[in-house]
């Protein structure tokens, strides 16, 4: 019987200003792993890295976190971001723990959003209001994906222009 | 007076994700991806062709999102029908599927769907290897491993020179 399930379950606080602690569990028919990550902002960058094979399938694995402390002070994000993480973690330790790594890291930037949209939204500004200023203060967030395109209907509708 | 029972920790953000592949009668195998965050859910039912490994069909569906309009873009998943679930596949999918005219979320559970279906096809294979009743039916069937794996360097365990490597004489 051909069968395979993944889970990865991703949480983010913010443990004070300037600091996102995120915690990252991966758990499949092969692999438990967990990972602790520690990301200073408004840089965005690692300040601490620990990781954890808990089930594996060689004695070399448990080695691999290992390779963690090398990814500190690295700025998460960038078009060559993950390629790095690939190389450095995946080849050099773990392509899993890389795996969550990276959906690690990915989790950071929204967790900062869900920070501004709680502040922005409980002083009463509208969700139209906030994806307004973000795609006005925010270059990244242009383009990158359909809906925040220039040519969606969202995008034409609140009038932005870039 | 404040509160000093609990230190607040309440998680900003949550993302879990769910992928799953099966065998299907027809000889096919299905991928199934659920995600669930704080700004969105979605999910994604894929089936590839064996042995050739083609998507074959694909649906999904974004059940909840913050901005309303992303609900729309489940079908750039279409563009993946056809496509092979091998070498290249990431950065197809990546500029196929996401990218600025299409869905980044989608595209990243296109790519959990086809590590599910890879990975399904080593389940039996560790299992066996792995289920050694002895050390040294274990330690064979690592040795086997390295000798026989093309993968050098695709890991820890895979490294030229390693404790592992070395103990074993590979």
Known sequence: MFEFTRSKSIGVEKREEG????HGFLDDNVYTIELDLEVKTPEYTISSARGYMKRYTTPECPKAPSILDDTVGLEIGGADFETKIKK?????????LAD????CCNAVSPAAL???WKNAS???ISKDDFIRNMLKNEPKIRDRCKTYSRESAL???LGVEW | MAQTYVDNRILNYTKNIHAGAENLDNGNTMARVRVDNTFMSAELEMEVKLPDLKIVSIKGKILRSFAEECKDNAEVLQRAVGMRVGA???RLV???IGGSNGCNVLADMILEGCNALIMGFTVDELERQLGAETDEGYEQVLKDMLENNPRIASCIAFTEGNDLRKRLGV
Do not use: P, Y
């Open chain 1, 19 to 22: 600091m996102f602690l995120v």
């Open chain 2, 88 to 90: 290249g596949i990431t």
């Open chain 1, 122 to 124: 409980s002083g009463g």
């Open chain 1, 88 to 96: 450095l973690v995946g080849r050099g330790g773990c392509r899993h």
């Open chain 2, 94 to 96: 990546k500029e196929t």
């Open chain 1, 100 to 103: 969550l790594f990276i959906e």
């Open chain 1, 155 to 157: 995008v034409k509708r």
């Open chain 1, 114 to 116: 869900q920070v501004e």
